[in-house]
């Protein structure tokens, strides 16, 4: 496979590079996540998102445990190339390993005191 | 003010928290940046995005040059605390510093070799 693609992103000093997920259709942005470039390529391959897992330093196919795969629709890099969007199908429309659909649960409420994150609800969450 | 809420908040090792920025009703992805713990409290004061350049290493009110800015209409945090996503109205409806209505403006074609970043044209972009 050619890669000069490949060589056009800016790995951070970990060779990592940070994921946003928005799910297709509804364009809700359903998580963040980091790929090396062994998983990107996979994730290409594959047509499914596998991340590298920071915490468990180790690959991490999404939804292998849960079922909930995320189909890849679209890849898209930002302008200074450190930075991925993944646009998605989202199996189950679950993304969160809490078992919301989006990770992006908790709304700041700012406008009156004491300021505080509060649960979405309902469809929402 | 009450900073229960800013301590809920899981910063990196350099005090910084990736914030992913979507524009409300197109719900477009425009841009990703970082705020360290004074840019955050500031956006929230001022309702409008100030992030902490890491390029620049410096306070960064977006649109100070470009007119640009963004007016928040939401803070959001998911489930582990360590990624923001703020839902603004983008004034111009411009987010990039290339013009470009999205940072995201280059998408992956990998549908047939070579495979490479293509720039969206028009109103896609």
Request: glycine residues 8%.
């Amino acid at each position: 496979m050619e890669k000069n693609w490949l060589a056009q992103i800016q790995w951070n000093t970990d060779g990592l590079i940070p994921v946003i997920v928005q799910e297709q259709g509804s364009k809700d942005v359903l998580m963040m996540a980091w790929m090396n470039s062994d998983t990107l390529l996979e994730t290409i391959e594959l047509g499914q998102a596998i991340y590298w897992s920071r915490s468990r330093k180790k690959r991490w196919h999404k939804g292998e445990e849960s079922g909930h795969f995320q189909n890849v629709q679209g890849v898209y890099l930002d302008c200074d190339g450190d930075t991925l969007l993944l646009v998605v199908e989202q199996v189950g429309a679950i993304a969160c390993h809490t078992g919301a659909h989006s990770c992006f649960f908790q709304e700041l409420e700012s406008t009156s005191l004491p300021f505080g994150w509060k649960e979405l609800s309902g469809v929402r969450k």
